[in-house]
Structure formats: C-alpha cells, structure tokens
C-alpha cells in the first residue's frame, strides 16, 4: 500500500478563494520557534557553565571558594530560568496566535456561508422583530 502525505494547507485548497487556508496561516512563526530554542540551548550552557565553575573553584580553591561559588552558583541559575521562562512564553505565543488565527479562518468561513444562504433560505427563521437566526436542526 502506498503511504499518502498529509499535508495541512491541501485538504483547504478546494472551495472558494475566501475560505483557503494560506501556507502562511499555519506556521508563519519559524524563527520566534528558533529564537525560543535559542534560549533553552543557552540556559543549558549556563547550567553546564556553572558545574564547570564549581569544579574549577573546589580544586583551585577548595572550601575558601564556597561563598564566592555560591553566589555565583545563584545567579547563574537565576539567569538559566529566565532565559528558559523567556523561551516558554515564546513558544506559549506562538500557540496562543495559531489559537487566534485558526478563530479568524473559521469566523471568515461562517461569515462567508452566512452571506451565501441569503435571506429567503429555509434555514433561517425570522423573529418579529426582525431578527433572523439558524432554525435548529432535526
């Protein structure tokens, strides 16, 4: 059996121009993705920078460094989380704006079949006061 690719932007590309999915609005973040991984990679070293630093400092100094060790040891682990929080909330964004985008296409085809039912549908129900809305379904 052959095995087919699934590609996202493909199973959109049929109907009108205004309900396609653009490539661009299913992953337009690459380098807010790059510059997340970026951070985590660097609060890595600075984890690593750190053990070096305190093996270095035991074996030149040994306990006489401890106070200036941790010190050191605190504010380079302090700094890691940062840049490792800095790198989650990129990546929180980043979701959160596939969240906001995925709304805005939806929202567009819903506007877009509304317009094309028109007022005479028998789908709709119109209230005195002239309201209309979707008759519910069977």
Excluded: C
């Excluded at 095995?3 to 690459?30: I, K, M, T, Y």
């Excluded at 951070?39 to 040994?62: C, D, P, S």
Aim: hydrophobic share 45%; proline share 7%; no cysteine.
């Amino acid at each position: 059996m052959e095995e087919q690719r699934h590609e996202p932007a493909a199973e959109f590309d049929e109907g009108p121009p205004e309900s396609r999915v653009r490539e661009d609005d299913l992953e337009p973040h690459a380098g807010l993705r790059y510059v997340a991984r970026l951070f985590k990679v660097l609060a890595i070293l600075l984890i690593l920078l750190l053990v070096a630093e305190v093996i270095i400092g035991f074996t030149q100094e040994g306990g006489a460094a401890m106070g200036t060790l941790l010190i050191e040891a605190t504010r380079l682990i302090v700094f890691a989380g940062l840049l490792w929080g800095i790198a989650d909330i990129a990546l929180m964004l980043i979701e959160s704006n596939h969240d906001l985008r995925a709304t805005r296409i939806l929202l567009g085809r819903v506007n877009n079949k509304l317009q094309r039912m028109g007022p005479d549908d028998p789908n709709l129900v119109r209230r005195p006061d002239g309201f209309v809305e979707r008759a519910p379904r069977p």
